[in-house]
């Protein structure tokens, strides 16, 4: 039984707190500088255009307007920086023609925003109109360019046999398939399915306040970024600045998702327009100017395929996809697909045939949204299989337990050729089936049925992975290379003992709500004994931080938070170094407890952090010839990404008259390892699966055939409310790891990853007997009823 | 435009434009920066304020309106040092994350609490649903809510629902 504690795996309410609930956390927004002025963009009507003109004349005159800019004002700036430079790079401001809806074509600065929105809505943008790609199968066949003269609009093809050419030698596992194809023993079982684009929505808008003084040549910026140093590095790269010369902060983040896991125009255009004028600009998103001025995620159409026999023996998988890019290659837009296809057998032991192409829409563009690929990929995966097991009569747990990886095949090699460390899945799933009652669960169901209610269980097993290692993986694009930060997905951590006795830990992650201020304290108090109230941890600001990579995938505790368990380590062997002069002592016998240290077996003879440090800091007072002071910094490159996975369980009602589903019961039990504050865990697997949910059953981006988005605001763009969710049901399994030292593996995307399958698993599940196969996402209403009509015939 | 209000106790005035929005005039003129912005259309509710004991999404209501009015933000609904009930059961009960959301979200609770400080949980998850957060899922809101409304009636709130269990190296 975990205790309410302070140390490693013990509950403590978070730091990050009592400033959030008062009003008192500060975001971007909240940050007002003397002098500061206002951007407004001036954004395309029409998804693919040529400019002919662009008068701002009518809105320089107008009173409190400070500029108009153009892309001929910043051609040299530009374009983006992408980390894989496939396509067509998104320019700063259009120029000359326009490629989705939304794109910015101008910014005005103004005294304040009230001014500069006026100002904007007087500029005359002269277009016209050209034929546009929006619909991804139809864009694919490259009868209308994305962009005119291109060669064509599919990007890259990522193959499963082939996905790092000249680095990785893997089996073609297509013949196996084929051949097993050809079986008069087996059924073959196929859906094409979609899954839908959609919109992040961190509930706080991006923002951006830039104040770029050439007179120090710094540049100060503020933006809520989940990649401090990136961004940092992008805008001294693109201003010719050294990465010391920007000093950026992230104060806090109204929530992240990936949709601040990327270098956006706004970020390099008011530093631009702050140095011109001299005085700091200032940009805040509307919401529904997100829609067009941040990344949206997912956009999947394709065909899973299961060969396997009657039994339940899967002979292959294959999937076939498109995905849907947008208008631009971002940060790392074409490499999203990758991620998903690290995990696109999941926990299965199955042949793979995966192929995806990566296709530009006249859209805006997509990237990493909270699991990046790897929901898309376990969602067709989890999705195939339950139509499988459903077609040969077998149960969908018995379906997957026959074909999961095996305990004791770990270390297990998947056929794209990375290795999984460890793994044990029919525990996890057995743990789940237990806890619910499954067999209980099913005659419950059939009871129902005799009722005239249709109940469905849906089940989903999911592998994420976490903290992309190893290091090599950077020379793929997984790193920040173009943004001139030359780094791998290595983290960072810095710990101090202050002068005082209290400890510092400077971290390089850029959390959006994941509570490293109190995980962070709790690792460093645990190894040095410094009370934790006592040790304080910030980041985001890149004066004062170490180099680090940011928060996204699922990364910080498994690999910064790994490198701040070192960085601590370190200091508490120079530490007993030091107590040893102290106590006469040997070091090798001192122990850190309790807000000091002591010598094993006389827990007496101590002396506290307080005097510890001033010997520190003192150094006549230390051993003979030590370096004064008492901090370190570590770096952590781990050998391998963790594989955390889990088992999720949903029970459902649908009312066939009106298609309204409701969630009666969802378990969860996920395998993140250990777990440094259980609360925080709970917390991050909710908020996982609330996505998942809200993917399953409301959200949407929706784009008409002229490329105008229909579900910009979040009046069409439903995202789940509480009374939409049932409290959710939470197990654990913990199957070590031994890739970081803290054997942590990652929750951050785990609960989106395994949900969305599962409520869809369910519905059909419920709508079985009816004769309903498959309803593609989101299962609203309308949809669900149109599905049991048409299965009704 | 001269507005004049009361807001958290204390009397205050300002020149609006009359398009001016009361959260704007709330965050750039008083500089009362706990009440966020998080849309323009009242959908997400990070906005929510108190005017006259009321709960109303400051970003769809002009400054203007407001004149003579008595608002409670964020900044005004500790009493003191001591936290309202709804904001220690949203630190008890881990009801926060990236913190965005929760000014509005914590108003909108103590509302819905002063109308009825018993609340079921599917009363719980009506009341609040005009509030929207994307990182808890709601779970922990609701359980500092219910909190909150125990602590209210002078009850021990139950107790917290983490998954506790030490599953053990398998």
Partial sequence: MTTTTSAMGGIVRRREDP?????????????????????????????????????????????????????????ELGPLLAQVPVGVMRPLLADGAVHHAGEAVAMVVAENAYIARDAADAVDVDYDPLPVAVDLKEAATDEVKVHEGAESNVLVTWYSHDWWPGVMELEDHRPAIEEAKQRDDVVVVSQEMVNQRLIPVAIEPRAVLADYNTGYGRVNLWTSTQMPHAIAAAVAKTFGLTNHDVHL?????????????????????????SRELGRPVRWTETRREAAYSSIQGRGWVGTATIVGTKDGEILGYELDALADMGAYSQNFTVAIPVLGLYVAQGQYNIPLAWQVSCVQTNTQTTDAYRGAGRPEAIYYLERIIDMYAAEIGVDPADVRKKNFFKHDEFPATTAIGLTMDSGNYDHNLDTLLDDVQYADLRKMQREALDEGRYVGIGLSTYVEVCGFAPSVLAEFGFGWDAYGLPTSFSGSGLVRINPDGSASVIIGTGPSGQGHETTWAQVVSDRLGVEFDKV?????????????????????????????????????????????????????????????????????????????????????????????????????????????????????????????????????????????????????????????????????????????LLTGSLVDYPLPTASDLPAFELGWTNTPTDVNPMGVKGIGEAGTIGSAQTIVNAVVDALRPLGVKHIDMPLRPRKVWDAIQKARG | ???????????????????????????????????????????????????????????????????????????????GQTLHPVQEGFWERHGLQCGFC???????????????????????????????????????IVRAVEYAGAKMRGEEPAPPDWTLDFEGVS
């Avoid at chain 1, 395309?44 to 009518?58: E, K, Q």
């Avoid at chain 2, 704007?24 to 259309?41: A, K, P, Q, S, Y």
């Fill in chain 2, 102 to 140: 929760t000014p509005g979200m914590i108003m909108s609770a103590a509302a819905l609490l002063a109308e009825n400080d018993n609340p079921s949980e599917d009363e719980i998850r009506h009341g609040i649903e005009g509030n929207l957060c994307r990182c808890t899922g709601y779970h922990n």
């Fill in chain 1, 536 to 708: 304080r941890v910030s980041h985001g600001d890149t004066f004062e931080s170490p180099v680090g990579v940011g928060t996204f995938g699922s990364r910080s505790a498994a690999v910064d938070g790994a490198a701040t368990y070192e960085a601590a380590e370190k200091v508490r062997q120079k530490a007993a170094e030091i107590v040893a002069h102290m106590l006469e002592a040997s070091a090798e016998d001192i122990q850190f407890s309790d807000g000091g240290a002591h010598v094993a077996g006389s827990p007496g003879h101590r002396v506290t952090w307080g005097e510890i440090a001033e010997v520190a800091y003192k150094p006549h007072k230390g051993p003979e010839g030590f370096e004064a002071g008492l901090e370190a910094h570590a770096v952590f490159s781990p050998g391998n990404a963790t594989w955390p996975f889990g088992s999720h369980l949903a029970v459902v009602e649908v009312d066939p008259d009106t298609g309204d589903v409701q969630i009666l019961r969802y378990v969860a039990v996920d395998d993140c390892g250990n777990r440094i504050n259980p609360m925080i865990v709970d917390g991050q697997i909710h908020g996982g699966i609330a996505q998942g949910v809200g993917q399953a059953m409301f959200e949407e981006a929706i784009y008409d055939a002229d490329g105008n």
């Fill in chain 1, 249 to 273: 902060v992230a104060p806090e983040v109204g929530g992240g998702f990936g949709v601040k896991l990327n270098l956006y125009p706004d970020e390099i255009l008011t530093v631009f327009a």
């Fill in chain 2, 1 to 79: 435009m001269q507005v004049s209000m009361t807001v958290n106790g204390r009397d205050v005035s300002g020149d609006v434009e009359p398009r001016t929005l009361l959260v704007h005039f709330i965050r750039e003129n008083l500089r009362l920066t706990g009440t966020h912005v998080g849309c323009e259309t009242s959908y997400c509710g990070a906005c929510t304020i108190h005017v006259n004991g009321t709960p109303v999404k400051s970003c769809t209501m002009l400054a203007v309106q407001a004149d003579g009015a008595d608002v409670t933000t964020i900044e005004g609904l500790a009493d």
């Fill in chain 1, 19 to 75: 400033a959030l609930i008062a009003g008192k956390g500060r975001y971007v927004d909240d940050i007002k500088l003397p002098g500061e002025t206002a951007a407004v963009f001036v954004r395309s009507p029409f998804a693919h255009a040529r400019i002919n003109s662009i008068d701002t004349s009518a809105a320089e005159a107008m009173e409190g307007v400070l500029a108009v800019y153009t892309s001929d004002d910043v051609t």
